[in-house]
């Protein structure tokens, strides 16, 4: 029986290390279900493999420590796996439950797991947030940002300046990342200390393929950033009109003012984009809100010389 034991035992950690190296391909993290794809043993190795690992667990401390130093000797190996084989492993053990003997293996499987779910996931979010903390951020460490979301860190932790990995994302540029952060249950909504939120930052930082990314996931175009811009806004002052376009198209509010007092429509005639100036008066903007200056859409476009667009006002 010792050397079944023993067997079972080098079957669990090869078949486990082989798991760790699959996970660790960049590709994979993209497209993983591990958990649902359980290694392919009888239902009862499986819990005779449990048993054997649980043998001598009464202090759940005790076993943390020992499954660490005896078994795996790799806490990332811990962390990764001990979850992604969890569904599966639950599943076995709970066909099982129809023997008593197996009640209580399943009763301290439970228990366990909720203890490590508990400790895997602080000790993840304090790497996530020690990572996002960095003043310059590799590529690799950003896949290290992303395998840590997948492996369970909170997607929506607030680093400094109040970022989010999805803003910080952005920032750099990397389209994939921002794809995969949206699909995991990133909020897209969510701002940073200058109350601007994924989509304004991609487009101050001059990223119009990274906004319309981020337009196609439904965002709230309405959101009022720093300065109380809008994407809108932002858009028409970096020249892109056909995110602006869009923006319209989609039904953002067209009359909201920037600190200044200026709207879209304003802001439009102040930058010379004549074909947002006559989608907006098509689309109803309000041309005779005043900024700041006491200042018109139709004041400033008599003095700009160009009143054609307004010409029925």
């Not at 591990?34 to 290694?39: A, D, E, L």
């Not at 602080?122 to 790497?127: L, S, T, V």
């Not at 990314?213 to 056909?242: F, K, R, V």
Request: one cysteine or more; glycine letters at 2%.
């Amino acid at each position: 029986m010792k050397k079944i034991k023993i067997a079972l035992t080098i079957i669990l950690i090869i078949n486990l290390t082989t798991y760790n190296n699959v996970i660790s391909m960049y590709k994979d993290f993209i497209n993983r279900d591990i958990t649902h794809s359980h290694i392919e043993l009888p239902n009862e190795i499986w819990t005779m493999i449990f048993k054997f690992i649980f043998t001598d667990s009464k202090n759940r401390y005790r076993f943390d420590r020992k499954f660490h130093k005896e078994f795996l000797k790799n806490l990332t190996l811990v962390n990764k796996l001990f979850f992604c084989l969890s569904k599966s492993t639950y599943k076995i053990l709970k066909k099982d439950t129809n023997k008593t003997k197996n009640k209580d293996l399943l009763e301290k499987y439970q228990d366990f797991y909720e203890f490590r779910k508990l400790t895997n996931q602080c000790k993840i979010n304090d790497q996530m947030v020690n990572l996002l903390n960095k003043d310059i951020i590799s590529y690799e460490e950003m896949q290290q940002i992303i395998n840590l979301v997948l492996d369970g860190a909170d997607i929506n932790i607030r680093c400094k300046y109040n970022k989010t990995a999805l803003i910080i994302v952005v920032e750099y540029g990397y389209i994939e990342m921002v794809n995969i952060l949206i699909n995991n249950g990133a909020n897209i909504d969510l701002k940073d200390e200058n109350n601007d939120t994924a989509l304004i930052k991609a487009l101050r930082y001059n990223n119009p393929k990274m906004a319309r990314i981020l337009i196609s996931y439904a965002p709230n175009t309405n959101i009022q950033g720093y300065c109380q811009e809008t994407a809108l806004m932002i858009a028409i002052e970096e020249g892109y009109e056909d995110i602006a376009s869009l923006l319209i198209e989609l039904g953002t509010e067209l009359d909201l003012k920037d600190k200044e007092g200026n709207t879209a429509l304003i802001k439009a005639l102040m930058n010379n984009q004549w074909n947002i100036v006559n989608l907006l008066v098509k689309s109803n903007a309000d041309v005779n809100i005043e900024n700041n200056y006491g200042e018109t859409a139709i004041t400033i476009a008599k003095k700009l010389g160009l009143i054609f667009p307004l010409k029925h006002y």
